[in-house]
């Protein structure tokens, strides 16, 4: 079990009595800071942040000093398994994610050095640590991974891509191949996740992001099926996990056969619909629209007002943004977003 079942979190996550509704936001520590910016110029790029885990704990560190927020995440990427797997990942500004190599053959996987040594990633295991020891215990720490659908998608394209080309061609072409590439990230992701959790999280969280690109019967066969292979192999099963997914309104008969705590759902989803379709089955995350956050307070008020009417129970929900934070969002529109939050949910939670 986590290692502090009273926070305001994990009650969410259990459906036990809470007094207002907890928050934290997708990629809450990064770029929309100032201090973030200052820091990430002064050490060189993002890279270097995630692997010195002084710097990455404080960057985690830093939203927590500035707002009211229920849950530190760590702070790395999804991607630093490449780590394992003999790839080079670098971060080109306005770019995103750039790999050295490609998989779009078999050749090009068993030509890749995969690594069962989980030392590879220390510098994220030692971030955790450091994490937990600023935290003292007063708020719970969330660990993540990508799905393995997710990671694929980078490694066969080798960037940020818009087309998805080369993996629909292989989706299209070469079913078997992209098995072998799913089981080979989905064993190294057990292996890292399970690392993060002896390392000290109290959450896991499963980003499948690019999810949404599957439909139905390939949804299930490239994504889920792999997410349950995780969820069945994790070390301490009082873990919450948390799994979100993209256009998650459109797969919910699907997310419905799932063994996970909490389902994200992004902002093009109707929470009210999606609550009454799983019923209590998971806690719900979200999933206010980000864009939300740059208009006036009425705005932001009313939007935060209707999630929690559309919600409408008393425990179950994390409030949270349906996609990550952007650079262009003004950090006092966070800290009024908390406030609002705050103010407003405790007539939705009593009952």
Request: aromatic residues 8%; charged residues 20%.
């Amino acid at each position: 079990m986590s290692s502090i079942p009273n926070h305001l979190l994990i009650k969410a996550i259990n459906h036990e009595p809470i007094d207002r509704t907890p928050i934290w936001v997708m990629r809450q520590a990064g770029r929309y800071l100032p201090e973030y910016i200052k820091l990430k110029n002064k050490a060189g790029g993002f890279i270097n942040l995630i692997k010195n885990p002084e710097l990455a704990c404080e960057i985690t560190m830093q939203p927590l000093n500035r707002f009211s927020l229920d849950s530190a995440i760590v702070f790395s990427d999804i991607l630093v398994i490449a780590d394992m797997i003999g790839i080079n990942l670098s971060f080109v500004e306005n770019k995103g994610p750039v790999f050295d190599k490609t998989i779009t053959t078999q050749s090009d996987l068993e030509s890749l050095q995969v690594l069962d040594d989980i030392t590879k990633l220390n510098y994220v295991f030692q971030t955790i640590k450091l994490i937990k020891k600023e935290l003292n215990n007063k708020k719970p720490l969330i660990g993540f991974i990508g799905s393995p659908w997710t990671v694929a998608t980078y490694v066969i394209e080798g960037n940020s891509s818009k087309t998805f080309k080369n993996v629909l061609h292989l989706l299209k072409n070469d079913v078997s191949l992209m098995h072998n590439i799913l089981d080979m990230l989905t064993n190294i992701s057990i292996k890292y996740l399970n690392k993060q959790i002896e390392s000290g999280i109290d959450v896991a969280m499963i980003f499948d992001t690019w999810g949404s690109l599957l439909s139905d019967n390939d949804y299930e066969i490239f994504s889920l099926n792999y997410i349950k292979k995780i969820k069945n192999s994790i070390i301490n099963k009082d873990i919450p996990i948390i799994y979100y997914v993209r256009e998650s309104g459109g797969k919910i008969d699907f997310l419905k056969k799932l063994n996970v705590d909490v389902i994200g759902i992004d902002s093009t989803t109707n929470i009210r619909e999606f609550k009454n379709s799983i019923g209590n089955k998971f806690a719900l995350q979200g999933n206010l629209d980000v864009d939300i956050l740059k208009s006036d307070k009425k705005t932001i008020y009313n939007s935060v007002n209707n999630i929690l009417k559309e919600y409408n129970n008393p425990s179950g929900h994390i409030f949270n943004l349906g996609t990550g934070i952007t650079p262009d969002i003004h950090p006092d529109k966070v800290k009024y977003l908390i406030d609002v939050l705050a103010d407003v949910s405790p007539q939705y939670n009593v009952k």
